[in-house]
């Protein structure tokens, strides 16, 4: 599937959580170490979620007409449930059965995203909008230590370390990487560019002021 290249960064991230998604499936028991999926929660997968809640999808009800609520309720509900869950197996109360339903919802929030959030995005903005979009999720990325529209390291380079060195975005002042710029919207759901259209992610161009 074709991605724009301003979620190009989520994107990528997600093939890292279905990795881990995938080794919760395959425990085999309630024993196996749950340190490495926790160090790839903390250095990276938790500031993931962060960065759909407080920049994607806020920008998405900003700069599109065609906003769909029931889908960005769906994503926080699944990010809530999932935090918890994290919260769980950190305090030693998950079994086997919960790491493994733990994989299987981690797979399908990824498949959901991909198959449906990110394509009902791209097709509701316009090509100034996805820019200004893409320009918000570069900065907040590019916070976090990870090159613009880049990609965060395999699984076998999240090491404690580099779990620790890395910083929110939403941990210091200012915008949080959102322009106070405000994009024309599509003038109807659908209208916007095709997948892999638009500016670079890096763009800091801003679209012309809408008119109050």
């Given at each position: 599937?074709?991605?724009?290249?301003?979620?190009?960064?989520?994107?990528h991230?997600?093939?890292?959580?279905?990795?881990?998604?995938?080794?919760?499936?395959?425990?085999e028991?309630?024993?196996?170490?749950?340190?490495?999926?926790?160090?790839?929660?903390?250095?990276?997968?938790?500031?993931?979620?962060?960065?759909?809640?407080?920049?994607?999808?806020p920008?998405w009800?900003?700069?599109?007409d065609?906003?769909?609520e029931?889908?960005?309720?769906?994503?926080l509900?699944?990010?809530?449930?999932?935090?918890?869950?994290?919260?769980?197996?950190?305090?030693?109360?998950?079994?086997?059965?919960?790491?493994?339903?733990?994989?299987?919802?981690?797979?399908r929030?990824?498949?959901?995203?991909?198959?449906?959030l990110?394509?009902?995005?791209?097709?509701?903005?316009?090509?100034?909008?996805?820019?200004?979009?893409?320009?918000?999720?570069?900065q907040?990325e590019?916070?976090?230590?990870?090159?613009?529209?880049?990609?965060?390291?395999?699984?076998?380079?999240?090491?404690?370390?580099?779990?620790?060195?890395?910083?929110?975005?939403?941990?210091r002042?200012?915008?949080?990487?959102?322009?106070?710029?405000?994009?024309?919207?599509?003038?109807?759901?659908?209208?916007?560019?095709?997948?892999?259209?638009?500016?670079?992610p890096?763009?800091?161009?801003?679209?012309?002021?809408?008119?109050?």
């Amino acid at each position: 599937m074709k991605r724009a290249a301003e979620l190009h960064g989520l994107s990528h991230d997600h093939h890292q959580v279905l990795h881990w998604a995938l080794e919760l499936k395959r425990s085999e028991s309630a024993d196996d170490p749950a340190q490495p999926f926790l160090d790839f929660w903390h250095g990276h997968a938790g500031e993931h979620f962060r960065v759909e809640e407080e920049v994607l999808l806020p920008g998405w009800a900003q700069l599109s007409d065609s906003f769909d609520e029931s889908m960005a309720t769906r994503v926080l509900g699944e990010h809530l449930a999932m935090r918890a869950e994290v919260l769980r197996l950190e305090a030693g109360e998950f079994g086997l059965d919960a790491r493994r339903a733990l994989g299987k919802a981690l797979e399908r929030h990824v498949r959901f995203e991909e198959r449906e959030l990110f394509p009902a995005i791209e097709a509701g903005l316009d090509e100034a909008a996805l820019a200004e979009l893409g320009a918000r999720l570069a900065q907040a990325e590019g916070e976090l230590g990870q090159p613009p529209g880049g990609r965060a390291a395999g699984p076998a380079e999240r090491t404690i370390s580099s779990a620790g060195s890395r910083k929110s975005p939403f941990d210091r002042g200012g915008t949080n990487g959102r322009s106070d710029a405000r994009s024309g919207r599509s003038s109807r759901p659908g209208s916007g560019a095709a997948p892999g259209g638009g500016s670079a992610p890096g763009s800091r161009s801003t679209p012309p002021k809408r008119g109050r």
